[in-house]
Nanobody, 125 residues
Framework: QVQLVESGGGLVQAGGSLTLSCAAS????????MAWFRQAPGKEREFVAT????????YHADSVKGRFTISRNNAKNTLYLRMNSLKPENTAVYYC??????????????????WGQGTQVTVHS
């Protein structure tokens, strides 16, 4: 089992930036990929970005391409999400997730085995 703890959320003005972190512990050697999802009030949890834990391509949702960047530090077992040019509609709880195997449905929740508790991001205009 992998344990995930997110941090770095907060209140930010529109146009500002935040970097979220996700610290992984436990059976991290079993991780194949990690991802960020988000859930706004009254909406379904949606995919934001994913990256292979062992090297390879990263994928971002169209809605965040060019503004958000997913990255990782394997030595620190930490996943990051750099968010620039934030908009009020980016307000959500952001969740970190980990998968133990490749799944072509990397943008769907069921592809991931472990989840963090989430960190709140609030963007005000």
């Amino acid at each position: 089992q992998v344990q995930l703890v997110e941090s770095g959320g907060g209140l930010v003005q529109a146009g500002g930036s935040l970097t979220l972190s996700c610290a992984a512990s436990g059976r991290t050697f079993s991780m194949y990929s990690m991802a960020w999802f988000r859930q706004a009030p009254g909406k379904e949890r949606e995919f934001v970005a994913t990256t292979s834990w062992r090297g390879g391509s990263a994928y971002h949702a169209d809605s965040v391409k060019g503004r958000f960047t997913i990255s990782r530090n394997n030595a620190k077992n930490t996943l990051y999400l750099r968010m620039n040019s934030l908009k009020p509609e980016n307000t959500a709880v952001y969740y970190c997730a980990a998968a133990q195997r490749w799944n072509s449905d990397y943008d769907l929740r069921y592809a991931y085995d472990s989840w963090g508790q989430g960190t709140q991001v609030t963007v005000h205009s």
